[in-house]
Every structure is written in C-alpha cells, then in structure tokens.
C-alpha cells in the first residue's frame, strides 16, 4: 500500500521507517521537493521509500500520516492540496504545542476545540482520525518495548476510517483490544489536553519510553 507521510521530524521518520519496514511504499514530504532530512531519509530507507513536497506525498498516499508540527499543521495540510486529500484517509498524530512561552509549552487550542477539529473543519472531505498522540513516537511503532496492556487512542467522525486505522495500528504491533474508540473528533480535546500531563511524566521519568494504560474495576454483578 501507498503512504504519504509530511513531515520530517522524529515522528514522521519513525513512522515512515515502519511503515517501509512492514512491505508498504512511503513518500515523505516537506515543504519542498528536496528537504535534506527527507532526501537522506529516503536514501537509508531503501527502494519502496521516496520523497517529495506536501503535495506530492499526499498525492502519492492512499492514507497519509500528519506528522507535522501542530503550529503549522493546516497551512502544511492546506499546501499538500485538498484535491490530493479527497476522501483519504487522514491520521492526525499532531499536538497543538505552543513553545512561544519557553518550556514546558502550553497549548494553543483547548477545552472548546482542538488541533483535530480544525483540520477537520478545513479540509471537510478528508476522512481525519486523531491517533497515536499520546506517546512517544518509537511507542508508536513498537509497543511490544514496553510490557503490560497500554493504550492508544482513536478518534474521528468516519466509522469506517476508524476501522482501517485500527488494523494498520495491528500492523504496528497494537492488540486490537488496546485501541480505544473515543467517538468523534471532538474527542480530540482530551488526548490532546493530556500533553501537558506527558510532558511532566516524561520529565518525571527522564524518558519518553512510557505509556498509559487504561485498567478497569471487575463487574462486581458478574459473579
């Protein structure tokens, strides 16, 4: 299958390099045709990776990965081309950090709306699902790295994009049953507001190596 992957920064890279490690064709893109870490990605990555503009990756992708920073996400989106994005399948792994303050950065969106809806909002025929925002990026791609039943995310107002999201995140090495289905995109507010969290763990922790999990109490009336 074909991926269009924007962005060049250690979550594209990271996701690019397991989608090409798991037999699929990816195209990283930047601003430009040309960006010198997306030409040097693409020569380590081998035959079946490539690289280009927004455009050209979106164009290329019959999913494509949002991996750019939250800041300049709709412009980056904006410039890949709506009618390259038609109807595709968009996965979101955004945040909407806000470093004009120093560290730790704030956000930029909450509460009443996020990084999520607004991309949904300005590309109203692509199919945005939010996911994979709450963890470290080589979590991301290899969750077996950290032992016991973590959790990723998913949001977004498609069923069926869900759905397909859901088995690429299998391919990944995400249990299905580790996946949880927040409901719309609107529940994008949440796993984005929980960066501020992660960040303070990561601090805490000294490494983003970590993840949350979500455990639940037994039904006390199933016996």
């Known amino acids: 299958m074909r991926y269009g992957v924007l ?3 250690i979550v594209g890279a990271a996701i690019a390099s397991r989608l090409v490690a798991l037999g699929h064709e990816v195209k990283m893109g930047s601003r430009a045709a040309g960006n010198e870490k997306a030409v040097a990605w693409a020569a380590d990555a081998g035959t079946s990776a490539s690289e280009g503009s927004f455009a050209d990756a ?6 494509v990965f949002n991996c750019t920073s939250g800041s300049g996400s709709v412009d980056a989106l904006e410039s890949a081309g709506a009618d390259n994005l038609r109807s595709k399948i968009l996965i979101d792994v955004a945040n909407p950090l806000d470093f004009s303050g120093g560290m730790p950065p704030t956000l930029f969106v909450s509460n009443t709306d996020s990084l999520g809806e607004r991309i949904q909002r300005a590309l109203p ?10 963890m470290n990026c080589e979590v ?14 998913i949001c977004g107002d498609d069923e069926a994009a869900k759905a ?26 949440g796993t984005e507001m929980f960066l501020p969290l992660w960040l303070r763990l990561m601090a805490a922790e000294g490494s983003g190596r970590f993840n949350i999990g979500l ?3 037994a039904d006390p009336e199933a016996g």
């Open 7 to 9: 962005g060049t920064g």
């Open 58 to 63: 979106a164009s290329f992708g019959e999913i």
């Open 125 to 134: 025929e692509v199919r945005v699902v939010k996911a994979l925002n709450t």
């Open 140 to 153: 991301m791609v290899a969750p077996e790295m950290i032992a016991g039943d973590h959790t990723a995310f």
């Open 164 to 189: 397909r999201v859901r088995e690429l995140l299998g391919e990944f090495g995400w249990p299905s049953q580790r996946v949880i289905d927040l409901g719309g995109i609107e529940a994008a507010r």
């Open 215 to 217: 455990l639940t109490a």
